[in-house]
């Protein structure tokens, strides 16, 4: 079986792999306070060229932005989000678990934008009864989204504008941000998102990494006690050098960029191969996700040899899925699906 279901099916880049080995025996102090840690810090403060910065390593995306929005709101007080976003559709409802609601908005191509901010707070801070209501406080979105759609620089920088208006904090998840920032087309930079986001996070663990997000906080209101929030979720790792390990090595001579730019080019070959078959798409991508529409014979066909995953089903005959490349997807294996792509049409 050869699987495009997402990017985190294989291991890591064999750089942190070599890097893991090479440091295992050696001494550490824990908890993310140790020299790796330090250095991948300074790494990406100077990537993002935000040098009063705070950077922190948690393991996973759902573990990081429970962390994060928790850290944000008040008890009473909700986080907004598109409808397909991963807070709201694919995280078991990790942020109701710590007692603030999710709120959305009928997203664009997955994308939220400034008007949706400015309508959420007009519709609670206009409302006679709003100390009744649960307040918004943090506009989440995701970069690219789940949709393998991305923003552009002036989308983000009208959001960044509402939000600072409405006195929301903006949060973006970068679960996939390498994907994003190497796209085809794009004018968003990690420059971009530090001037733009109070809080981001870069995703490693379906970027390369064996696991790892490196949380950038920008704002300085909400810097404070941070690791005790990280310690209260249960995300501050013991052996907090293996983070950092890796995000030094990613952060190394453009290792992140590179790794990411290979999946894009091969999800792209995927997409063009679709196309020439005469295939429609649910979204359109340049990112490593990509969304044809299948009939039952053809899924039946393809999924017999290749593992992707159904999104949605249309009508009685027709079901969008995705085909998900990854750092280490290998060009063989596109070109086998390439070959059988065109034996369906």
Request: hydrophobic share 35%.
């Amino acid at each position: 079986m050869i699987r495009f279901n997402s990017d985190y099916t294989e291991g890591a880049l064999p750089e942190i792999l070599d890097a893991l080995v090479k440091t295992n025996f050696e001494q550490t102090t824990g908890y993310g306070e140790d020299e790796y840690c330090a250095e991948a810090r300074e790494y990406i403060k100077s990537a993002c060229n935000a040098p009063s910065s705070d950077v922190h390593f948690l393991v996973g995306g759902t573990q990081t932005n429970l962390t994060v929005i928790s850290s944000l709101l008040r008890p009473y007080q909700a986080v907004l989000c598109a409808d397909s976003g991963h807070i709201n559709t694919h995280e078991t409802g990790a942020i109701e678990a710590t007692g603030h609601k999710v709120m959305t908005v009928q997203g664009n191509l997955g994308k939220i934008c400034a008007d949706d901010v400015y309508k959420a707070y007009r519709a609670h801070f206009e409302d006679e009864s709003r100390e009744h209501i649960t307040q918004p406080k943090v506009v989440y979105i995701s970069h690219p989204t789940e949709w393998g759609t991305l923003y552009s620089k002036r989308e983000l920088e009208e959001i960044s504008e509402a939000c600072k208006k409405c006195n929301f904090y903006l949060y973006l998840d970068g679960a996939r941000l390498g994907y994003g920032l190497v796209a085809e087309g794009t004018d968003v930079t990690l420059p971009d998102l530090a001037r733009l986001c109070d809080c981001f996070y870069i995703g490693g663990t379906k970027c390369g990494a064996l696991f790892g997000e490196a949380v950038v906080i920008t704002n300085d209101e909400i810097k404070a006690d941070f690791r005790y929030c990280i310690k209260q979720k249960g995300a501050l790792l013991a052996k907090g050098r293996l983070l950092g390990i890796q995000f030094c090595e990613l952060f190394k001579d453009g290792l992140y960029e590179r790794a990411c730019k290979n999946a894009n080019v091969l999800a792209l070959r995927i997409r063009n191969a679709f196309a020439e078959c005469g295939f429609e798409f649910y979204f359109d991508s340049v990112t490593n996700q990509q969304f044809p529409i299948f009939t039952k014979e053809e899924i039946d066909t393809l999924s017999a040899k290749y593992g992707f995953l159904p999104i949605e089903k249309l009508d009685e005959s027709r079901t969008a899925v995705r085909f998900c490349t990854s750092w280490a997807t290998r060009d063989e294996d596109v070109d086998a699906l390439i070959r059988d792509i065109k034996m369906l049409k």
